[in-house]
């Protein structure tokens, strides 16, 4: 199998492990609610975050003994802290803009980042952008955006913040690729997560002092509560240490606007399953969107390739 076709099978790869992601966030969230109440969101979503980091940096430590080599180069921890900049600023607008949006406006607004990829990566001087990838950039975008039914925007501060999360992983996405060039893909994500995890830590620390009524044996419960645990241990390996694995290793073989298309696809496999666990209806919005998104990289994976080949067949003369 050719690397461009192994990246694009891992970043889909991906993109269905963060589609399962969305399920198991929801329930983790659910059972800690149950405990601390929804008042208490910050402070649960911190730990949730802090939980799923910090032990997926110490698996990859364990089982890569590339990693344990890398870890000691200065270069390494300047990489994953770049990306872990992105991640963590990602998930923080991300989490304080959906306290004021429905989840289809947030769906949506993240779902920028494809057509923000594209800009960066042009303003930047990295690519130009042909009328195959533009049309892919704008199906994929619309589709994002009408998957969950028609958004009702109101451009309040919930709605920036969530625009500028959905500018966060455009840059997330540009930077992986500038940083995983450069240093040990598995390396940076190890300390990326290091640092991404020291983040939800101090965020957690100080959400708790905010909210001294929580009391210790409260959180002790939350953390060994099944419906909590286990969605958890998921996220952690699967959703973090694999999926951004696949991520830091593959995508540096991909134009980042191409990755950043097929990452599009997770709002359609979110969406799947949450219709397969009856958390969603079957609605014509969903068809429609899930169609675009398809076609969008349909567009690029296939006629992208296509204009590529003919422009390398010899002409006759």
């Not at 344990?68 to 770049?82: A, F």
């Not at 606007?257 to 799947?272: M, N, Q, T, Y």
Request: aromatic share 12%; charged share 10%.
């Amino acid at each position: 199998m050719q690397n461009t076709q192994r990246a694009t099978l891992a970043l889909f790869c991906v993109a269905l492990i963060w589609g399962w992601t969305f399920v198991w966030m929801k329930q983790a969230t659910g059972a800690a609610q149950e405990i601390l109440g929804a008042e208490n969101a910050a402070v649960y979503i911190a730990l949730f975050m802090t939980l799923r980091f910090f032990p997926a940096a110490f698996i990859i430590l364990a089982f890569a003994p590339s990693v344990r080599k890398g870890i000691t180069t200065p270069g390494n921890w300047l990489g994953g802290l770049i990306l872990a900049i992105f991640v963590l600023t990602g998930f923080l607008l991300q989490m304080f803009g959906l306290e004021g949006v429905s989840p289809a406006v947030s769906a949506f607004l993240t779902s920028l980042f494809v057509p923000f990829t594209a800009l960066l990566g042009f303003l930047l001087g990295r690519r130009g952008l042909s009328k195959v990838l533009i049309g892919g950039i704008f199906l994929v975008t619309l589709g994002a955006s009408i998957i969950s039914g028609p958004p009702q925007l109101n451009f309040d501060l919930p709605e920036w913040l969530t625009v500028l999360c959905g500018l966060v992983f455009a840059g997330h996405i540009l930077a992986t690729d500038y940083v995983t060039k450069r240093h040990q893909p598995l390396t940076v994500t190890a300390t990326s997560f290091f640092f991404v995890g020291v983040g939800c830590l101090s965020l957690f620390m100080v959400q708790w002092s905010r909210h001294s009524e929580i009391q210790s044996h409260q959180l002790i419960q939350v953390m060994t509560t099944p419906s909590f645990l286990w969605p958890l241990v998921a996220c952690s390996i699967l959703g973090t240490v694999v999926a951004l694995s696949l991520l830091n290793l593959y995508q540096r073989v991909l134009d980042p606007v191409r990755a950043a298309i097929l990452f599009s696809l997770e709002p359609v496999f979110a969406a799947i399953i949450s219709l397969a666990h009856g958390k969603e209806e079957l609605t014509p919005w969903f068809v429609a969107g899930a169609a675009l998104v398809l076609l969008g990289n349909f567009a690029v994976e296939i006629l992208e390739k296509m204009k590529r080949r003919a422009s390398l067949e010899p002409v006759d003369s």
